[in-house]
């Protein structure tokens, strides 16, 4: 898939969900990005063997709108979750 998308100029992202985390990254010279959970979150860890765990955020979903020239991708919560206090 690689090989097919970096030499095809014209695709302007790769999308794909149901990975309960928003990333995005460069990626055969474009941008690959997952969606959000409507549901539970996987936990943010980066930690070199990190066991994976849910984390119960915001369930949000992406919305793509293209202009006519760019694809723009929009984040959007939705429900209602406690704010979270830091340094108080």
């Known amino acids: 898939m690689e090989r097919i998308v970096s030499v095809n100029p014209q695709v302007e992202r790769v999308t794909c969900?149901?990975?309960h985390r928003n990333?995005?990254?460069r990626?055969?010279?474009t941008i690959v990005?997952?969606?959000p959970s409507v549901a539970h979150a996987v936990a943010f860890d980066l930690r070199p063997g990190a066991h994976g765990?849910?984390?119960y955020e915001p369930p949000a979903i992406t919305a793509?709108?293209?202009n006519g020239s760019h694809l723009v991708t929009?984040?959007?919560?939705s429900g209602d979750f406690p704010?979270?206090?830091?340094g108080m």
Not at 74 to 77: D, K, N, R, Y
Not at 83 to 86: E, G, I, S, V
């Open 83 to 86: 704010a979270t206090r830091y």
């Open 74 to 77: 929009h984040q959007i919560g």
């Open 33 to 35: 990005a997952t969606a």
């Open 64 to 66: 793509h709108h293209w």
């Open 53 to 55: 765990a849910w984390n």
């Open 27 to 29: 990626w055969a010279g």
């Open 23 to 25: 990333i995005s990254r």
């Open 17 to 19: 969900g149901h990975l």
